[in-house]
């Protein structure tokens, strides 16, 4: 089987062995914290998960996940998993990106051979689909146009 991970808003702090960025970190997990320097060229983060304790070394992210927890993540992990959404203009384009990427999936499989195998109303219903998907998109750019506009005034 395959699984897509669902969209769910997290956020995050990249540690970076400065003081500032520790203060902050701090903040970010509520409470106080320990940075490790026994080897002074590779500090980190000791971090309670639900796993046990994890590091988070420098240039790592720490994640608060959808239950309050923390974890660390490696920064190339972190980079393929997540989008930055710092504004929603920014939220509007990445929406806008993966209907782009639904579009060509179902635009591809509607050239095989296995679209035109299927029965007549399934084929009807993937058509209405297409021609959804094809407004809604339409409707984003739209609004991420007006919304960019606004934005620059």
Avoid: W
Wanted: with cysteine; proline share 5%.
């Amino acid at each position: 089987m395959k699984y897509i991970k669902k969209s769910v808003e997290i956020e995050a702090v990249q540690f970076i062995d400065t003081p500032e960025r520790i203060i902050e970190i701090a903040e970010f997990m509520g409470g106080d914290l320990r940075v490790n320097y026994e080897d002074k060229d590779n500090p980190y983060i000791p971090i309670e998960t639900l796993e046990g304790t994890m590091k988070a070394s420098v240039g790592d992210y720490i994640i608060k996940g959808v239950k309050g927890e923390f974890c660390p993540c490696k920064p190339d992990v972190f980079e393929q998993t997540y989008d930055c959404v710092d504004t929603p203009l920014d939220r509007m384009y990445r929406e806008i990106d993966e209907l782009v990427d639904r579009f060509a999936k179902l635009d591809a499989f509607m050239k095989t051979d296995k679209f035109l195998a299927l029965s007549p109303d399934v084929v009807g219903l993937l058509e209405i689909q297409y021609g959804a998907m094809m407004a809604y998109n339409h409707a984003l750019q739209l609004r991420a146009a007006k919304m960019k506009e606004t934005q620059n005034q």
